[in-house]
């Protein structure tokens, strides 16, 4: 089995400040996404990234950055931080397009 | 655009019950489909997927769930709940060849003593 790791597991930010979440994953899977989770709610997709160096948005990619320079990790800026963005982003891998997801445990985002 | 119903937003049910959480997708034709669950302060764990087949399938901790074409459902079940399967069930839907996966709102389910 796998794993994937997402770092810091808390991120506290001011309010205009640009934040950057990571994920790594151990599965060597090819797909890699990220989601906004607000409380309470269903998941969002912001970025995923087919392969090494690729890019796709998502539904929801005004306001982020995505960065994907090895197999194995893929990061996701938050270009200037708001009060209104406040929660828990999600990073999943698959082994192929629209198979199964596996997840990290979240990044929970504050912003003061 | 594919999209994903989840009527009910939270769900209540006396342990050792039976339960039904409900699912309706929308797409022209068959896609793959999935139930993840989330307990609190994690990420997602698939419970089951459907790709072709048997439209009966088996998951984890004895969940199964019916793809039913004509309905276009994907409804969970469990013949009797257990206090420590409280947490968020998603139902989820991509399409074959494609990348995107498309959840639901989630439905919120409280078991109860």
């Known amino acids: 089995g796998g794993i994937i790791t997402q770092t810091p597991k808390f991120l506290i930010g001011q309010e205009g400040q640009k934040l950057t979440l990571k994920c790594q994953q151990n599965?060597?899977?090819?797909?890699m996404y990220w989601y906004r989770q607000d409380s309470g709610k269903g998941l969002r997709l912001i970025y995923y990234?087919?392969?090494?160096?690729?890019?796709q948005k998502g539904d929801l990619s005004e306001g982020y950055d995505a960065s994907r320079e090895k197999k194995s990790s893929f990061s996701l800026t938050v270009t200037s931080a708001q009060k209104n963005e406040m929660a828990v982003f999600l990073c999943a891998s698959s082994n192929t397009g629209g198979a199964e997801q596996f997840f990290g445990p979240g990044t929970r985002l504050t912003v003061l | 655009a594919q999209s994903v119903t989840q009527p009910d937003a939270r769900v209540t049910v006396s342990e050792g019950a039976s339960l039904q959480l409900r699912c309706k997708y929308s797409?022209?034709?068959?896609?793959?489909l999935f139930w993840y669950v989330q307990y609190p302060r994690q990420g997602l764990q698939l419970l089951l997927k459907?790709?072709?087949?048997?439209?009966v399938v088996q998951g984890v901790n004895s969940f199964e769930a019916e793809f039913s074409k004509s309905n276009s459902s994907f409804h969970l079940q469990k013949a009797s709940v257990h206090w420590s399967d409280s947490a968020v069930y998603f139902c989820?839907?991509?399409?074959?060849?494609?990348?995107?996966?498309?959840f639901g709102s989630g439905t919120r389910l409280l078991v109860s003593p």
């Open positions: 797409y022209s034709a068959t896609p793959y």
């Open positions: 990234s087919i392969t090494e160096n690729d890019l």
């Open positions: 599965f060597n899977h090819d797909t």
């Open positions: 989820a839907l991509s399409i074959p060849g494609g990348y995107k996966v498309v």
């Open positions: 459907y790709y072709s087949g048997d439209p």
